[in-house]
């Protein structure tokens, strides 16, 4: 199983591909756990995204046959050192120690991806029941079907896998005793505590 991510998909400007990265199964936190804010960080930040689980072998997929290789979405609360993140930028170093470190990211469970679209696709998540980030799908700048699309050129996709996509450019930061939740079109499908 692999995780992963595309960045930066929301808003109006088109990279020439999207940017991909990958985080390990050690990221996931397992259900009903909390967020442990590590002590490598001082300025941890959230994102709400949407998920999507590939149910079959594919490589080099056309965009057209790309609905094919998924049917289940869920939601996702992903969080990232923002410091760290900052530092390897600058220092033009690799991303993972600041997004992809254990229990980084987590999961809510999966409903068929039909029900997210033909509602909307509006996805939000709370900070302290206040409503802090709130996107619709069709601001997406890729599709899930380019999304499938682009991944399979460099990875092969395999049963399991799960693709995450849909950040905002909006992180909201934590801090210990918080509470987030997400959900899809109006309906909570995930809590994380942060401790």
């Known amino acids: 199983m692999k995780l992963i ?3 930066k998909n929301f808003g109006i400007s088109r990279e020439a591909e999207p940017v991909i990265f990958l985080k390990p199964k050690t990221s996931l936190i397992l259900s009903r756990f909390p967020f442990f804010y590590p002590d ?3 300025d941890i930040r959230a994102h709400v995204e949407v998920v999507l689980k590939i149910v079959k072998l594919g490589k080099n997929i056309q965009v057209k046959f790309a609905q094919q290789y998924y049917n289940s979405a869920g939601i ?3 969080f990232y050192a923002h410091d760290l993140l900052e530092d390897c930028k600058n220092n033009v170093l690799p991303w993972e120690k600041a997004v992809a470190f254990d229990g980084s990211t987590a999961i809510s469970g999966f409903s068929h991806v ?3 679209i ?3 696709g509006k996805y939000c998540l709370s900070l302290n029941h206040l409503k802090v980030q709130e996107f619709s799908l069709d601001k997406m700048i890729y599709s899930f079907d380019q999304i499938i699309s682009q991944v399979s050129k460099y990875f092969t996709l395999t049963t399991g896998d799960m693709l995450f996509t849909g950040i905002s450019e909006k ?3 934590v ?3 918080d509470v987030l939740e997400a ?3 109006g309906m909570q499908m995930l809590s994380c505590k942060i401790k």
């Open 114 to 116: 039909d029900t997210f």
């Open 5 to 7: 991510y595309i960045d």
């Open 171 to 173: 992180a909201v930061p």
């Open 40 to 42: 490598f960080s001082s």
């Open 118 to 120: 033909k509602e909307g």
């Open 76 to 78: 996702s609360i992903r």
């Open 183 to 185: 959900g899809m079109n």
């Open 175 to 177: 801090k210990i005793n």
